[in-house]
Structures are given as structure tokens and as C-alpha cells.
């Protein structure tokens, strides 16, 4: 048997949640090699380095 709720959540209830849950924009870096921005702890789409190695 599964849990059922109770009463309908509302709509405005259910985008409050999902406005929490939201990904925010992240913050951009300058590549050290090629000098595009890219995004932190991720290989640059540009020139393929992350830390100075391919």
C-alpha cells in the first residue's frame, strides 16, 4: 500500500518548492591557458586544460 496525501497541494505551494530547488547561475573563472571563461572545478570547453594539464 503506498502513502497518499491527504489534500491537492496547491500550485503556488508546489512552485515555492520547486523555486528552492532552482539551480542558480554558477560563477565564471578565466581559463589560465587560453584565457576564456569557463566555469570553476571543470575542464575549459575552449582549449581542453584544467590545471595546466590537458
Known amino acids: 500500500m503506498t502513502p497518499?496525501?491527504?489534500k491537492?497541494?496547491?500550485k503556488r505551494t508546489?512552485?515555492?518548492r520547486k523555486l528552492v530547488l532552482k539551480i542558480?547561475?554558477?560563477s565564471?573563472?578565466?581559463c589560465?591557458?587560453?584565457g576564456k571563461l569557463k566555469l570553476p572545478h571543470k575542464?575549459?570547453?575552449a582549449c581542453g586544460?584544467?590545471?595546466e594539464e590537458k
Do not use: M, N
Request: glycine share 8%.
Open 4 to 6: 497518499l496525501p491527504k
Open 8 to 10: 491537492k497541494q496547491t
Open 14 to 16: 508546489s512552485a515555492a
Open 24 to 26: 542558480k547561475g554558477g
Open 28 to 30: 565564471l573563472i578565466v
Open 32 to 34: 589560465k591557458s587560453c
Open 43 to 45: 575542464a575549459c570547453r
Open 49 to 51: 586544460f584544467y590545471r
